[in-house]
Each structure stands twice: as C-alpha cells, then as structure tokens.
C-alpha cells in the first residue's frame, strides 16, 4: 500500500460528531455551558436527543446558554441551571435541584473553568484556579455520584489541558500562600484534573460502579478562557497565538465528545488530538503524563480534597 492510500484510510478513520450515537433518553449535565467548549459540547448532546442540563455561573449566563442551543437545535431539551463552581454552597444547591429533580444521570461533563488570572481566592477561601477547576467539580461529581451511579452508561468526562504536563501540587501551600503563578497554579489546577479522573477511575473499579471515568483536553483551542483571566503580557500573547495556530471550539470539544458518546470508549481513557504536538485536529487516544498515574498522587489529592471540600465518596 503507498503512503497515499494509507493516509486516506487514516483520515477517513478520524472521528466526527457524526459518529455520535443517539442520546435520545440520556441527561447530561455539562458545566460552563454558555460558552466556548461547554457550548459546543452541549449543541452537540441536545442536537443528538440528550435533555442538557446547561449549567452556568449565573441566571443571565445559563438562560444565554439555553437560548443558544435552542438556536442550533430547536427541538432540544434544555434546562439552564446556576451553578458556581467557586462556590460550594452553590455546587451543594445544583446537586440538590438535580437530585430532586432527577431521578437519574447519565453523562457528566465537568468542563467549566478559569484560566491564569491574577491572585484570587473562591468564597471558601482556595486559590481560585484550584478552588474552582478541581475543588468545585470533585465535590459536584461526589455529590451527583448517586444519581449517576442509576444511569445508562454513565460517563465522567473531566476536561484537562496540554497544560496538566509540567503541572506539580505543592503540598504544603495548596492555597498559595506563598507562592502564587497565574500559569504555574492554572498547570496544577489541569494537572489535579488529570489525577483525579485516573484515581475516579480506579476508585469506581474497585467499588464495582459502573460509571466510566474518562479525561480529555481540547488542544489549543480558541475560547474566551484566554482573554477572561490572563492580564499583562499573557494577555497580549494570547491574542496573537489564538489567530495564528488556535482550532475553534467546537474542534476542541471533540475530545470530550468521544469521551461523552463513544460507545467503545473505556473508563480510563484520555482523548486529545491527534495533530502534532496534540494541539489540533480530530481526537484520538492520548497518554496523561506519567505523574498523573501515580497511586499515592491519587489517593493523597483525594483525601485532601475530600477535607477541603467536605464532601466525601468513594473513600477506601
């Protein structure tokens, strides 16, 4: 076969959001649903039959999101729900409306978060980017674990970064005290997301839940994550890189897409894309850095976000 016949049968192989299967009778919730890749995921689910549960930061922000997937697919089931990851009040109140609500979930997409921004702390006090990014989407997903755990193929999708990779968890200054970096705490905020969906995964496996844990990062992706917290500088190289070699995000959400609805998709997984340096194109198998799969870096993020967080799950 020559190379030209190979590379047409590699690309006739990439996923499309046209392999997604039927999501009539599912519910899916997807955080950070009234832009960027939470958007683009969740046009995605509702145009495929999901009811949505379209969670934002505010009222305004989660009615823009309904609003917005009923615009590109009219017949959807859309519920716009507040939901601040910042705040564990409200991740407590979201869990309590679902669970009143619902008696069952099938799909969560813990998709929302920050990105660089300067020194900030969330209402309970934690630096921002891992107070929200982690600490807000270990506690959603522990509290949600219920209804989910009734679902049909239940899936947890966390969404990481390229920017897990050199990403390190200071021990003893979780809170930044006394160090604080806009991209070195972004890196350790996607670096605990990685961890954690490899430990939910281990953890589920050893409960015998049914429920799949799986990861996915969109590449480089041109959303407002870039210009909503990054100043200075930062901000400024934001702008010119995202015009040069960025992918829009509904390219950046087809990680978490095949994650979501794959049907031969395994607990475990983590999807980027396949183009070099993972940046961009269509998604395929990655491997989280090797850190992320340490057993004791899993079980000691756990316990201590169970602390800080106050909800507890699947505890060993």
Known sequence: MDPGETNLEDEMARWTTNEIPDQSGRTAVVTGANSGLGLATAKRLAAAGATVVAAARSAEKAESAREQILAAAPQARVEPQVLDLAQLASVREFAATLARDHERLDLLVNNAGVMMPPRQRTADGFELQFGTNHLGHFALTGLLLERLAAGSDARVVTVSSLEHRPGKIDWDD?????????????????????????????????????????????????????????????????????????????????????????????????????????????????????????????????EVSETMTGVEFLSG
Request: charged share 25%; proline share 7%; glycine share 10%.
């Open 174 to 302: 979780l809170d930044s005290e006394r160090h604080y970096s806009p991209r070195g705490n972004y890196q350790r905020s996607k670096f605990a997301n990685a961890v954690f969906g490899i430990e939910l995964d281990r953890r589920l496996r050893e409960a015998q839940i049914s429920i799949k844990s799986l990861l996915a990062h969109p590449g480089y992706s041109d959303t407002n994550l870039q210009f909503a917290g990054p100043t200075g500088p930062m901000k400024l190289l934001f702008q010119f890189t995202n015009r040069l070699i960025a992918q829009g995000a509904a390219a950046g959400a087809l990680p978490q897409l095949r994650a979501a609805t794959d049907p031969d998709a395994n607990g475990g997984e983590f999807f980027g894309p396949d183009g070099i340096g993972e940046f961009r194109g269509a998604p395929k198998l990655v491997r989280p850095v090797d850190r992320a799969r340490d057993a004791e870096t899993g079980r000691r993020l756990w």
